[in-house]
């Protein structure tokens, strides 16, 4: 997780935080729609998001927090963004050069690490992925929100029409029965040594389709290591039985639509 050292105005952050905000701030952000700052004398981080892009986020990242998967939520407030305060999860992600020299270290420990996890119980989680997972889908596809540069090698799709035809045939298929990350990529996973130490980036997870997790964990594999030759380390790792591989071509179906 790269920290850039930045300057930053005290007023630029609600007054609820000034506080905190005392010491070397850093710049963690990992996308364009959010900046995360590292407030690195209280090991706590800041996310700063549009206004209610960070509800799901907060509710789920207090769930995977109580029960011993991922940072606390100290806050969350919205007032012109959305704001979310959380503590520090011990050590580095498994894009961190120490792990990507590793390569067969990080597929299995993603397979054994996504097996733990969908062995949970999932009787207190809050939210239902699979129905809203599925109604994001028919909204891209109506909204004409299409991408076919997402899997050309893998599960491409010809048309908009082809992808949807797909799920109207097969979206039944998918279960609601799994406790699921929901973005299940190298940089949301955190390991202290060889010791995982918990999740991050966890608002689109929830009860839903191992399946989800299984095609993100496979396609992460490929984009960060630029090969596809630790796959079935990560599948072994997981347990092949556990796995529907037919079912990874509705998934991508449903995910060109964003």
Known sequence: MKKTLISQDINDFPSEFHSLLTGKIFDSSCSPEARVYYISDKHLYLKRAPLGSLEAEALLTDYFGSIGLGAKVLSYLSDEHDWLLTSEVKGEDLTHESYLARPEFIAEKLGTTLKMLHSLPIVSCPVNRTKSYLENAEFGYKSKRYDDTLF???WGYASPEEAWSVIEKRGRELECNTLLHGDYCLPNIMFDGD?????????NGGIGDRHIDLFWGAWTLQFN?????????FFDAYGRSDIDFDRFSLIAACEVFG
Not at 195 to 203: K, L, N, T
Not at 225 to 233: A, E, Q, S, V
């Open 152 to 154: 050309p090698d893998n």
């Open 195 to 203: 010791v995982f130490s918990g999740f991050i980036d966890v608002g």
């Open 225 to 233: 290591l630029k090969t596809d030759r630790y796959k079935d380390i």
